[in-house]
């Protein structure tokens, strides 16, 4: 394959991500997508609740690549349905309590059904539901977020930086949601909590990677520039003495200088002093006293 033939599909695959992004941090197809996967690692459930058919981890690139498609296919199905993105996001929002409510009715009835507690199963199918809107809420926090680094890029570096800023926080929050979605799919096979850690950790682990590629943000420069600006502060003032000689400043009482003087010639014997005459000529002993010059 020839060098135009590799940037042609690259920048096909760039199209394709970004007119999938929006959906996949606001919208369901970061559900569709980790539950895709979910079915191929684990298998497909039947009405007991039993998976059959997972492949684990066998081809992840193509298990991943399938959940991309199915994604894709989910999206263009709810925009048709909606009449467009931002429809789709009100309907998505506007339904969230009837879905919370829904599942914890289904929940407490097949809880009832197998002799189990209803208000335990009833809670399972509500945060299940919850779950399935996770990636709006998550994807709209996360946006909220990031809004301080757009604005403060913007005030300081003008439209360009601005806009640098809005590219990398795009990045940043979809590589994250990305890994998010993995993160729920793997971790789905613990009960109730295990989609919601694994989208937190997955979520963690995107944004990093995605920040190893677009670099910090201007919030975290911007701290780090501050807490530099302190240290050289620190170091200033330190040797700030009022005296060219930066170590002019001395913190020592005359008593501790003579004992330390002491020490050095002597080992903590005065009369090591008796006979020194360089010691004496330096007023460190004054031998008419038989003592170190306090």
């Known amino acids: 394959m020839g060098i135009g033939a590799i940037g042609s599909k690259a920048w096909g695959y760039i199209q394709r991500g970004a007119k999938l992004a929006p959906d996949f941090v606001l919208g369901t197809g970061n559900e569709k997508f980790s539950n895709t996967l ?6 497909v459930a039947d009405d007991t609740g039993k998976r059959t058919g997972g492949k684990y ?20 199905k709810q925009v048709k349905l909606h009449g467009g993105f931002w429809k ?54 996360m946006i909220a977020t990031e809004l301080p680094n757009i604005i403060g890029a913007t005030k300081e570096d003008g439209l360009f930086g601005g806009a640098a800023e809005t590219a990398k926080t795009a990045t940043r929050v979809t ?9 729920a799919a793997l971790f789905s096979p613990i009960p109730v909590i295990g989609p ?15 920040s190893l590629i677009t670099g910090k943000s201007y919030s975290e420069k911007k701290m780090e ?28 009482t005359p008593e501790q200088l ?12 005065a009369g090591s002093f008796n006979n020194d005459f360089m010691a004496q000529a330096a007023g460190i002993y004054n031998n008419a006293a038989k003592g170190p010059i306090a």
């Not at 979910?38 to 298998?43: C, I, V």
């Not at 590589?175 to 993160?183: E, K």
């Not at 919601?196 to 995605?210: H, I, P, Q, R, T």
């Open 88 to 141: 789709n996001m009100l309907h998505q929002t506007k339904t969230l309590p009837r879905k919370v409510a829904t599942g914890w009715k289904v929940g407490a009835k097949n809880a009832a059904k197998a002799g189990k507690i209803k208000w335990w199963g009833g809670l399972k199918g509500s945060i299940g539901a919850m779950g399935k809107r996770l990636p709006l809420l998550g994807g709209l926090l």
């Open 196 to 210: 919601l850690v694994g989208s937190v950790v997955g979520y963690m682990a995107g944004d990093k990677l995605a």
């Open 175 to 183: 590589s994250g949601m990305v890994g998010g979605a993995i993160g």
């Open 258 to 269: 003579a004992y330390l003087q002491q020490q050095l010639y002597g080992g903590g014997s």
């Open 38 to 43: 979910k079915n191929s690692f684990y298998g």
């Open 225 to 252: 520039k501050e807490a530099d600006a302190q240290n050289i502060a620190q170091a200033q003032q330190h040797f700030d003495t009022g005296s060219t000689n930066p170590f002019s400043k001395n913190t020592m």
């Open 57 to 76: 981890f066998k081809n992840f690139w193509t298990q991943l690549k399938d959940a991309t498609k199915a994604a894709e296919t989910h999206n263009a």
